[in-house]
């Protein structure tokens, strides 16, 4: 460990059990494990000269940023081989151009501390879902986090224009240009995104932003079944001119189950909505946020005549306007209060299941007598407007929780996944707890591809042993 | 021989002198190839066999689409052990899911050809350069490529949702799910992107659809200075709603070099601009396309507004708007004329350079010193809204065109470009032209890793051999 120390100084080695403990948890609190020690770099040069060190003494690096992983991803294994790699103090926003709209960060900044940094600006950086006070970038490009604006700005990967990353070998590589054209030989920016930290750390990363929206329009909406809702979105889209920011699949079994653990947070409309949907319009237009004949803001007309249009053809059978900001967030955090309800109404698993929005009905109804038939109860809620669907359960009343039961079920699950097109993987990465799923189910071509590029890009196995690829034990 | 005829028949086996003609060139005419044959398989596994027998007899091969490259990319080497695989009998569009905004495509599919089909259901596949006509999916996806819309769509990357492609060990990979959120792994859709055919032979893929604009609002303006370039785009975007879809940089030198040859071209200002622009807007909301008060179409408005005001400032001088179809046509045609004017113009070379957009005047007032030290005529384009810049060069007037004081010369702009953090390859890909390039001027970490990757999938080196990695003779 004096090595380590030497190079990232004696307190940022973390060696004695009690300060380890934020680390070797999950954010679920299911997950744990243990490590010889935390190592804390303060900068890129540190963390090459750590990976030098552990590679020289076959050590196991595990990379962990905000530690939000819902897949056992930034937790470690638990060997005594294996260090920490926290990346926690790499978190200095370098620079943000706010002409080119783009920022240059560390690997270690908190999402959400970006976001504030940039809205100086009139600016934001669009990645949004519930861990973002405590996620940070490293992480969101590692696992290619999604969220619930993923339709209109992309996923983190498409949000990312530049990479710094540490590679196994120690070099580093430097591709912070920032360019929206640069095609110099492969693609490694996004062969490391979504990797997991198993191909290389990434340290720095130029990111997109997008100027601030000067009105949204948000409401949530009763529909007349889940088979309404690709007609619904497009619409919407058609009508906006394709300013859909979210629309969130919110159940009304989901929403009443909140509410149960929750009750301070407001039910959205007086009659629960079997197939509520929050949708959220936003425009940087002036005139938009204007005042149009009618003594509207712009863009809540834009939205509400479409809804009206809906609800004559009969696909919108009720409706909730924010007419407010409080409305609207209270709303929103409806939304992203599940996972903890979630850990409140647990144990639970949340499966990230992923499909053409056009085979969701038929997901649902194929899925839901599996549940049933586990004596589990789905507790689902969903970024539908790019297929994302987190397919969550907990026991049924009067039932225990039963691991292996719900394993059968998960696994009878991503069966239907794969007979519709689907993904087990959406947003929340394989980590270590998917990872014997992946190494089933994915293509045998593709695998032994991964394999061949994990073996010659980290030969000694060393970042995130046991991530993608299951141990043999 | 007899071998691949069996796999593919007959009559796709060609190996006579006279029908290998259109195989053997490229677009420009100035690079040119041979090979033992061209192989023309019609479908994913016929390619497969190809390739598993190729592998067998140690062959190299070339794979070519639509054969426009600028770079050597799809022209053979010209070895005896060298055969083409042409994947223009791959020419299906297997289905257009209109509701999801998706098309499934052969790689062999003609870029315009899918934009006609796709228009019946109000779509556009919205990658827009001027080799469309016979450009096809498979090349504008192994380059990246770019174009006149990426500031809006993203390059060929951001619009393909998945691919299914050819291993150099003849194994399939099928990843057509077209998936807006999926993480399973290594990402190989963006490895396989813009590796032009070195890791594999891209078959299929998934495209992003876009709905096609109702309404449109083209201009040419004069600018008061490229410095002012930045500054008026970002008003534009700010006004219309970030609807910006090309903002085109046609300075006076070009636009006269083009209609000396080109006579038949309008000039669209009667006085020539010195840093003239093409700037279009498009819209997909029906009130942009309704008329407004003052009886104009509202989004003509919007962007005569917008320019109002960026001339009362100053930044712009002059500006002409087009009012019909067959004016913006005129605009385009002028636009899009520019590489069959160099070839007439020509010798010439066309260096395709990438800049972060604050840089670019600083680039052209050390540039343009070079090149008359150089003897050289610059006729710069470019798709300054994503600030990539075709900086052409012909002979200066009255001096011969001397391939080695060129060559000295794209080397100091390549310098030039490294220093401002720009790149020398922006969207048309470094084939065989430019390997040497890349391997002295990439990254040394990341050239290492390049070739690492490189040797675990292709250990024959059997796939575009000679390019990104320079052969050692």
Same mark, same amino acid.
């Given at each position: ?23 070797? #948890? ?11 020690? %935390? ?35 930034? *937790? ?10 926290? &990346? ?29 940094? =940039? ?13 973002? $006070? ?31 990353? %540490?590679?196994?070998? $120690? ?13 110099? $030989? ?5 062969? &490391? ?5 198993? &191909? ?9 932003? *997008?100027?601030?929206?000067? %009105? ?14 690709? #007609?619904? &979105?497009?619409?919407?889209? +058609? ?33 629960? !909505? ?7 319009? !936003? ?66 698993? @949340? ?26 109860? *789905?507790?689902?809620?969903? #970024? ?14 009067? #039932? ?35 990872? @014997? ?10 695998? @032994? ?7 010659? =890009? +980290? ?15």
């Amino acid at each position: 460990m004096e090595d380590f120390e030497a190079i990232v100084g004696t307190d940022n080695v973390i060696t004695a059990d009690a300060d380890m403990i934020p680390y070797l #948890h999950d954010a679920t609190g299911a997950l744990k494990g243990s490590a010889a020690a %935390v190592i804390c770099p303060g900068s890129t040069e540190e963390v090459a000269a750590v990976v030098r060190l552990a590679s020289k003494r076959a050590l196991k690096v595990t990379v962990q940023s905000g530690n939000t992983s819902l897949c056992g991803g930034s *937790v470690p294994r638990g060997n005594p081989d294996e260090i920490i790699l926290s &990346l926690r103090r790499l978190n200095s926003i370098r620079s943000v151009d706010a002409a080119a709209r783009t920022a240059t960060v560390d690997a270690g900044v908190v999402i959400e501390t970006l976001q504030t940094r =940039v809205a100086e600006d009139g600016l934001d950086f669009p990645l949004m879902f519930g861990a973002r $006070g405590s996620a940070m970038i490293g992480g969101a490009l590692s696992t290619n986090a999604g969220g619930s604006n993923v339709l209109r700005y992309g996923n983190a990967r498409e949000l990312c224009l530049g990479i710094e990353a %540490v590679l196994p070998s $120690g070099e580093v590589i430097h591709a912070l240009g920032g360019l929206i054209k640069d095609n110099r $030989g492969y693609d490694f920016r996004n062969l &490391l995104i979504g990797a997991e930290g198993t &191909l290389g750390i990434i340290t720095g990363a130029v990111l997109r932003l *997008v100027p601030t929206p000067k %009105v949204r329009a948000t409401a949530f909406l009763a529909l007349d079944g889940i088979d309404q809702a690709l #007609h619904v &979105l497009n619409c919407l889209q +058609d009508a906006s001119g394709g300013q859909v920011e979210a629309f969130e699949w919110m159940p009304g079994v989901t929403v009443e189950a909140i509410r149960s653990v929750m009750p301070e947070l407001r039910a959205p409309l007086e009659q629960t !909505a079997e197939t509520g949907i929050l949708v959220e319009l !936003a425009s940087t237009r002036a005139s938009d946020a204007a005042m149009d004949e009618s003594g509207e803001v712009a863009l809540q007309t834009t939205l509400l005549s479409a809804i009206e249009g809906l609800m004559e053809e009969g696909g919108v059978i009720d409706g909730f306007f924010a007419t407010s900001e409080q409305q609207r967030r209270d709303l929103w955090h409806l939304r992203e209060a599940t996972l903890e309800a979630l850990v409140k109404l647990g144990p639970f698993v @949340a499966l990230d299941a992923s499909l053409p929005l056009s085979r969701v009905p038929e997901f649902l109804s194929r899925a839901d007598p599996l549940a049933e038939a586990a004596r589990l109860r *789905v507790l689902p809620i969903g #970024h539908l407007g790019d297929g994302n669907l987190h397919y969550s359960v907990v026991a049924a009343e009067g #039932h225990d929780w039963d691991p292996q039961r719900v394993a059968a079920f998960s696994s009878q699950v991503y069966d239907l996944l794969e007979d519709l097109g689907g993904s087990f993987s959406a947003e929340h990465g394989i980590g270590r707890s998917k990872a @014997a799923t992946l190494a089933k189910r994915k293509e045998p071509s593709q695998f @032994a591809l991964m394999r061949a590029i994990k073996a010659s =890009v +980290d030969p000694q196995n060393m970042l995130g042993s046991g991530i993608f690829f299951p141990l043999e034990t």
